[in-house]
């Protein structure tokens, strides 16, 4: 029992003292509103001792890059030569990694995610794979980069004896590549989409189960009322009003890929290279040139954040690569952001169709 | 001695006559000892009732007692419930629909349903209105636009959205909203239609103009409605079915559950003295 309150506590019958509401007159609020005052100014530091080291980290990377950091930082390739090194094959890599990451994660996570949410019955099963989805977003991209390389590579060299011998296979005009004497490699860009795919796909059924879940459930019961069908219910009504947050959970999840360098080093990804996915260098080489177009997936690559790391750790009496590498990780950073900027577009759009 | 004289019923709305003699009416709905359980628990004992063809059939009760449960079965909407279980026969329109061979999206389309909370899609007002036809198949555009003015003009909401059909169904007014979904059910023509409390989140001029209304659909649709507001039972339904603890005490004309009911637990009820 604490009587610190307000003065003695009331009875009834008995006419209580005058009650005054000026500041500072009673002790224990005071303390009480000093502790309130501790706490949100503990709270306000956090905050802002969080947001000064990013500034710190930001400003030492920009004043790193200062000697670099030019226009054609992104259309040179690398080089041996500081000055002239540039991010053109990480760019592309990425490009090409990201594309096939996007086109394999996002119809499996969100088919995922609708089965689970929309479809499945609750059963012990079902419960289990919800639960460990979440666990296998914790799983270090690494262990992903060994699964990757275990499955998707020895399957990718596999092909590649086949494709490289005189089988008759022919499926997605392969053997038209063979006979232009365009070589297949075994660690190439799709067996990395496909172990990126592994990564962020827990992401991705996660984000896209919660924007189903944020649907309300009477949406879903008043559309089976007017005699649609369970499909129609999810196709005309649960989708699109999950569409804003689907696409956003997506999109942001598929951009961690870009940022992942551990499983493609697993696989085997080219650090010091100048060569381009299909040796397409430029986008307008993605129209004018079907031919390369088909070939760059079952080329080789490097990506950004993996030539960022070989030119951090690259011996130089001068230090001259600390200011390519400090370059690389702002046109990685520029290049994250504009996919979240992508987002918050793509949102404003799928939510505007919607007339909540 | 009945607690409450005719004088102290309220009078009903234009369209239903509360003396109504039952037997008159061919049956729209026929159900007969039904049970019904959430999993191991019954909510629902050996119930039996004939709702005639176009009229009012009013369900009361406390809460709990197992009406809102009843109204579900009638077009299977307990079926989303996992673990729900029902025994009995339930005829609509003299077929069995607890049949396994039944399509309950069939069955939703002849017997629709009107919520308690009004469920618009974030849609416009239109396409709110045509979901039904068109999940149905319809895609002619002008069949669609003459279907949803009559179904609003019925719905008694045409002369208040008929410049704005485009716009948000959201930003419509709570009652307005509630006519939309009504709207909405008619236009997959059903010939029965189930009403969960669907004015009970309403303010009172909204809720007469609901009532009015129920009173002018009765004559080409059979109504089933869960009320919890007994002087809207009294106004706008033909038939008064109480239910008690999952159990249907008494069913009769309304005027005669409302003077003179046979059952005390009833007269208790009516009379405010409990639920």
């Known amino acids: 029992?604490?009587?610190?309150?307000?003065?003695?506590?009331?009875?009834?019958?008995?006419?209580?003292?005058?009650?005054?509401?000026?500041?500072?007159?009673?002790?224990?609020?005071?303390?009480?509103?000093?502790?309130?005052?501790?706490?949100?100014?503990?709270?306000?530091?956090?905050?802002?001792?969080?947001?000064?080291?990013?500034?710190?980290?930001?400003?030492?990377?920009?004043?790193?890059?200062?000697?670099?950091?030019?226009?054609?930082?992104?259309?040179?390739?690398?080089?041996?030569?500081?000055?002239?090194?540039?991010?053109?094959?990480?760019?592309?890599?990425?490009?090409?990694?990201?594309?096939?990451?996007?086109?394999?994660?996002?119809?499996?996570?969100?088919?995922?995610?609708?089965?689970?949410?929309?479809?499945?019955?609750?059963?012990?099963?079902?419960?289990?794979?919800?639960?460990?989805?979440?666990?296998?977003?914790?799983?270090?991209?690494?262990?992903?980069?060994?699964?990757?390389?275990?499955?998707?590579?020895?399957?990718?060299?596999?092909?590649?004896?086949?494709?490289?011998?005189?089988?008759?296979?022919?499926?997605?005009?392969?053997?038209?590549?063979?006979?232009?004497?365009?070589?297949?490699?075994?660690?190439?860009?799709?067996?990395?989409?496909?172990?990126?795919?592994?990564?962020?796909?827990?992401?991705?059924?996660?984000?896209?189960?919660?924007?189903?879940?944020s649907v309300p459930s009477s949406i879903r019961v008043a559309s089976l009322a007017l005699g649609a069908t369970r499909w129609q219910t999810i196709w005309r009504q649960v989708i699109p009003a999950a569409l804003p947050g689907i696409s956003t959970g997506v999109i942001l999840s598929t951009s961690r890929a870009i940022g992942e360098a551990a499983p493609l080093i697993m696989l085997g990804a080219l650090t010091i290279t100048t060569m381009v996915p299909g040796n397409?260098?430029?986008?307008?080489?993605?129209?004018?040139?079907?031919?390369?177009?088909?070939?760059?997936?079952?080329?080789?690559?490097?990506?950004?954040?993996?030539?960022?790391?070989?030119?951090?750790?690259?011996?130089?009496?001068?230090?001259?690569?600390?200011?390519?590498?400090?370059?690389?990780?702002?046109?990685?950073?520029?290049?994250?952001?504009?996919?979240?900027?992508?987002?918050?577009?793509?949102?404003?759009?799928?939510?505007?169709?919607?007339?909540? | 001695m009945p607690a409450i004289t005719s004088s102290s019923v309220p009078p009903s709305v234009a369209g239903v006559d509360r003396n109504l003699d039952m037997s008159a009416h061919p049956a729209a709905i026929q159900v007969n000892g039904l049970d019904f359980y959430y999993s191991e628990h019954q909510v629902l004992f050996n119930v039996s009732l004939t709702v005639p063809e176009r009229s009012v059939t009013a369900l009361i009760g406390p809460s709990g007692c197992g009406k809102s449960t009843f109204l579900r079965t009638l077009n299977r909407m307990n079926d989303l419930i996992e673990g729900s279980r029902c025994v009995g026969q339930i005829l609509v329109e003299g077929q069995n629909i607890m049949d396994p061979a039944v399509d309950v999206v069939l069955?939703?389309?002849?017997?629709?349903?009107?919520?308690?909370?009004?469920?618009p899609f974030p849609k416009s007002i239109f396409d709110n209105v045509a979901y039904g036809p068109r999940v149905a198949g319809e895609t002619n555009r002008s069949v669609l636009a003459?279907?949803?003015?009559?179904?609003?003009?019925?719905?008694?909401?045409?002369?208040?959205?008929?410049?704005?059909?485009?716009?948000?169904?959201?930003?419509?007014?709570?009652?307005q909203q509630q006519r939309l979904c009504i709207a909405r059910t008619l236009a997959t023509n059903p010939r029965i239609i189930l009403m969960d409390e669907p004015a009970s989140a309403l303010d009172p001029a909204s809720t007469d103009r609901i009532e009015n209304l129920i009173g002018e659909l009765c004559a080409n649709y059979t109504i089933v409605?869960?009320?919890?507001?007994?002087?809207?039972?009294?106004?706008?339904?033909?038939?008064?079915?109480?239910?008690?603890?999952g159990v249907l005490v008494e069913t009769g004309p309304t005027m005669k559950i409302f003077t003179g009911p046979s059952e005390k637990k009833t007269e208790d009820y009516i009379t405010g003295r409990f639920g």
């Open chain 2, 225 to 245: 409605i869960v009320t919890h507001n007994m002087q809207q039972a009294s106004r706008v339904s033909h038939q008064t079915a109480f239910f008690y603890k």
């Open chain 1, 1 to 213: 029992m604490s009587t610190r309150g307000s003065g003695t506590p009331r009875v009834a019958g008995q006419q209580s003292a005058p009650v005054s509401f000026i500041s500072g007159t009673d002790g224990s609020i005071r303390r009480r509103l000093f502790l309130s005052r501790v706490f949100s100014w503990t709270c306000r530091f956090v905050t802002y001792a969080a947001l000064a080291v990013l500034i710190v980290l930001l400003a030492a990377i920009i004043w790193s890059s200062v000697g670099r950091l030019a226009f054609d930082f992104v259309y040179n390739p690398n080089s041996s030569n500081p000055i002239k090194a540039g991010m053109l094959a990480g760019l592309w890599g990425s490009f090409w990694l990201i594309l096939f990451t996007a086109l394999f994660s996002v119809p499996v996570g969100v088919g995922s995610a609708i089965y689970l949410e929309e479809i499945a019955k609750d059963s012990f099963f079902v419960r289990v794979i919800k639960t460990n989805i979440s666990n296998l977003a914790g799983v270090p991209s690494i262990v992903y980069g060994i699964l990757g390389y275990t499955v998707f590579r020895s399957l990718a060299a596999v092909l590649k004896v086949w494709f490289d011998g005189q089988h008759a296979f022919n499926i997605l005009g392969l053997f038209r590549l063979r006979l232009l004497k365009l070589p297949i490699y075994e660690d190439n860009i799709l067996v990395g989409a496909l172990t990126l795919t592994l990564v962020v796909l827990p992401t991705v059924i996660s984000a896209a189960q919660e924007a189903l879940r």
């Open chain 2, 146 to 175: 003459d279907l949803v003015e009559s179904c609003l003009k019925k719905a008694a909401l045409w002369d208040e959205v008929k410049d704005r059909l485009t716009k948000s169904a959201m930003a419509l007014s709570g009652g």
């Open chain 2, 107 to 119: 069955l939703r389309k002849h017997v629709g349903m009107v919520f308690q909370k009004s469920t």
């Open chain 1, 280 to 356: 397409i260098d430029s986008p307008v080489k993605l129209i004018t040139r079907p031919l390369q177009v088909l070939h760059a997936p079952l080329d080789q690559f490097t990506a950004m954040p993996i030539e960022i790391y070989d030119w951090s750790k690259r011996p130089d009496p001068q230090d001259r690569f600390t200011a390519v590498a400090a370059s690389g990780i702002i046109v990685l950073m520029l290049v994250l952001l504009s996919v979240n900027a992508v987002a918050m577009v793509v949102r404003h759009y799928a939510s505007r169709r919607l007339k909540w």
